[in-house]
């Protein structure tokens, strides 16, 4: 069994929302050397796979398929 | 003439959609459940807006690998007519019938008001009622309207008068106050507002009725009476 982490993020030409008022209000609480927040997704994923690179793959295809949007989101993926 | 309403776990306006068609502009409609397959005895498929799998992911995501949605896109690239509303607008762009992406509203508001529409294109199936250049007022009602689509999409929208509905006051951030587009083959229309909420006189405006009459005409032109 292994442990996959996706990472889903907008991609840095795509408009974030959500990040821009987050920084917002952070700056409001004092946070004010802030460049830039951006907010995204996390997804862990238990998978049975032979080895590390299989899972790897499998997960990947996932992301391709389904779980990332590729007009607007970028992903990585990293097996534990 | 048979036009199908798709319900999908969430959906919340199929039952508008259905009223229209059947009272208002008063041609056979039926309702497909998402887990049928098979369009063949329809005319126009309606994706109605509503919340379909709890817009969990993203909205529409999940519902684009519903099994009614191969038969849709089989449908469509046959010639068949669809549109998207709301919801079922982003439907239609993750299963890539449109192109495009949706975003959270910018303001990150769930909007829900009337918004005015410019007609940009009447040469569709959907909008031939309208008069190219008239202003609508339609009802928006969504979280994730904010059109998204890259310099390179744009620039072939508008190079084949794909545009159908213009924002007059821009509510979300849309790229280029899109509010609803057709494909190429202008057989397929996704937008966001909502026509079938304002169908009837009782509803303060008419002016989405337009969008289901055109239909209408247009099957009826090509001989599905």
């Given at each position: 069994m292994f442990e996959a982490e996706v990472k889903i993020t907008l991609k840095k030409t795509v408009a974030d929302p959500q990040g821009l008022t987050i920084k917002h209000a952070l700056e409001s609480l004092?946070?004010?050397?802030?460049e830039q927040v951006r907010m995204g997704k996390f997804i862990t994923i238990q998978i049975k796979a032979k080895d590390k690179a299989q899972a790897q793959a499998e997960v990947e295809a996932m992301c391709a398929k389904l779980l990332a949007n590729p007009i607007i989101e970028d992903y990585t993926v990293e097996v534990k | 003439m048979k036009f199908g309403v798709i319900v999908f776990p969430g959906s919340n306006c199929d039952q508008d959609c259905f009223h229209v068609v059947k009272n208002v502009v008063k041609q056979p409609v039926e309702y497909i459940w998402h887990k049928n397959t098979g369009l063949?005895?329809?005319?126009c498929v309606v994706i109605p807006g509503g919340f379909s799998y709890?817009?969990?992911?993203?909205?529409?995501a999940i519902a684009r690998f519903s099994p009614i949605m191969e038969s849709v896109i089989k449908f469509a690239k046959a010639g068949g007519l669809v549109i998207g509303i709301c919801n079922g607008f982003q439907v239609l762009l993750e299963a890539g019938l449109l192109p495009g992406a949706m975003l959270r509203n910018k303001n990150l508001h769930f909007i829900c008001k009337f918004v005015e529409l410019k007609?940009?294109?009447?040469?569709t199936p959907f909008s031939s009622k309208y008069k190219k250049g008239e202003i609508v007022r339609i009802p928006n009602a969504h979280n994730e309207g904010n059109y998204y689509i890259d310099d390179k999409g744009l620039a072939e929208l508008k190079k084949n008068n794909q545009i159908v509905f213009r924002y007059v006051s821009n509510p979300n951030g849309a790229v280029d106050d899109i509010a609803g587009i057709v494909n190429q083959k202008r057989n397929v229309l996704g937008m966001m507002p909502h026509p079938e909420r304002c169908s009837e006189a009782e509803l303060t405006?008419?002016?989405?009725r337009p969008i289901f009459e055109s239909i209408v005409g247009w099957l009826k032109q090509h001989g599905r009476t």
């Open positions: 004092g946070f004010t050397s802030l | 063949d005895n329809f005319d709890g817009d969990y992911l993203r909205c529409g007609v940009e294109a009447t040469d405006s008419t002016d989405g």
